[in-house]
């Protein structure tokens, strides 16, 4: 059974930092890419990042980028999303997905959610002062 297991939200002051954690199991997990998105109150869900299966390309949404590192450790099953200088902006419930890709095309996808089809439960993020 493919599965998705996010951890690592929490609040946090604006300013501070936070690691989410994405678990894969039960697939190939170095054959798919996997992406980060968000969804806030009211709001649609939207991309963040992506890393590719070999970790050779990663993408980032234009409001994140220099504030959110993704990475991957393919031996652990694990995808990561440092983020840094957290804003009120950045709440919202995060979400891990992965799709099979060999090459770069799912992490040209961000912006289309519904194009990844595994997904994790997400974790709550929230930036308050």
């Known amino acids: 059974q493919l599965q998705l297991v996010e951890s690592g939200g929490g609040l946090v002051h604006p300013g501070g930092s936070l690691r989410l954690s994405c678990a894969a199991s039960g697939f190939t997990f170095d054959g798919y890419a996997v992406g980060w998105f968000r969804q806030a109150p009211g709001k649609e869900r939207e991309g963040v990042s992506c890393?590719?299966?070999?970790?050779?390309?990663?993408n980032y949404a234009h409001d994140v980028r220099g504030r959110f590192t993704i990475s991957r450790d393919n031996a652990k099953n694990m995808v990561y999303l440092q983020m840094n200088n957290l804003k009120h902006e950045d709440t919202g419930i995060y979400f891990c997905a992965a799709d099979w890709d060999p090459g770069s095309y799912m992490c040209t996808m961000i912006h289309r959610p519904g194009q990844y089809h595994v997904w994790g439960q997400g974790t709550q993020v929230t930036v308050s002062s």
């Open positions: 890393i590719t299966n070999s970790s050779n390309f990663a």
